[in-house]
């Protein structure tokens, strides 16, 4: 009686082994289009951006200092913080582009 628990089970026929990665592969996917390329996009964007950077445009850092371009150079951007208040900062740094923004009262 024993024997017959221990027996192996008997062949139901071949699985396709695609169908064994199928559920990997959708993840995968799913990874690319909802993490991966809009992530991409961004950076894309935000170098196009930093590229696009003039004397005079409104930007804010990554540390939350809000300021006016004076001047863009290679690698970094001269910013008026404050009348005749300037700092220099790495082009890394600027994130958003404040024209669009309405200023509150």
Do not use: C, H
Not at 2 to 22: E, I
Not at 84 to 102: E, F, L, T
């Amino acid at each position: 009686m024993n024997y017959l628990l221990m027996a192996q089970p008997a062949a139901q026929g071949q699985q396709n082994p695609l169908m064994g990665f199928l559920p990997l592969i959708l993840i995968i996917v799913v990874f690319y289009f909802f993490m991966i390329r809009p992530q991409m996009k961004r950076q894309k964007e935000l170098k196009a951006f930093r590229e696009s950077l003039a004397k005079g445009d409104k930007v804010v850092t990554t540390g939350g200092i809000y300021g006016k371009i004076v001047e863009v150079k290679d690698n970094y951007v001269l910013l008026e913080v404050d009348d005749n208040v300037k700092i220099r900062v790495d082009k890394a740094a600027v994130i958003k582009d404040m024209s669009d923004v309405q200023t509150q009262k």
